[in-house]
């Protein structure tokens, strides 16, 4: 069967790029992940250790709010529920902040997502893709190399944070940098919620 595009999406075959600012140049030893927040303790992880997580294969739909949508990319990477289990979450965590390099900030991106929707293998930090045009490959620079969010296809893409640098958790959502600029909070490309 012909899988159903959101309304007011087109399908795309290639992989757009798309963030604002610069390209965030790797390095690894300033390179860290924290687990911070409303939890009881922080905790921050080197790249070695994240990258020695358990590894996900999953298979994602894409849809970009500027209409774009590719379906069928594969990607191989950590689940977020493999983060969790580095802290402990205080009572009533309901929603986190996925934080990632804007600006020269490594924390100058952000967006907001519920947790709930995120405990399944479809909620990935990513590290190599592949489609029916590619074999696998790192993810680029652009795509966020060496680390990249990818929210599950209930979200548009704009929740899958690039350059990856932590997980803030919360008990009340909060805007993330396109939400404080009147994007959706909820972000659901089927129900086309783009902006509120
Ligand atoms: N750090 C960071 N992540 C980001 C962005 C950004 O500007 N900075 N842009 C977001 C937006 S709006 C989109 S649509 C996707 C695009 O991902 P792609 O370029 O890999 O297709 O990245 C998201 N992640
Ligand atoms: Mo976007």
Known sequence: MEKQLPPGQFKTKTWPILHQGDVYEFNEQSWNF????QVKQEVSLSFAEVMSLPKTVSTVDMHCVTAWSKFDTT??????HE?????????????IQVYGYYGGDR?????????????GDNALFVYRWKDETHDWQDITPKHGYPL???????????????????IRFMKQ???????????????N????????
């Open 34 to 37: 924290r687990l911070f927040g």
């Open 75 to 80: 990607f191989e990477g950590i689940a977020l």
């Open 83 to 95: 983060m969790l289990k580095f802290v402990e979450l205080n009572e009533d965590v309901k929603y």
């Open 107 to 119: 924390f100058g991106y952000s967006a907001n997502l519920p947790l709930k929707d995120l405990l």
């Open 148 to 166: 990249r969010f990818i929210p599950p296809a209930s979200f548009y893409l704009w929740k899958g944070t690039k350059w990856v640098s932590g």
């Open 173 to 187: 959502d909060e805007e993330g940098f396109w939400e404080e600029l009147g994007y959706s909070m909820t972000a």
């Open 189 to 196: 490309p089927f129900k086309e919620e783009r902006f509120r």
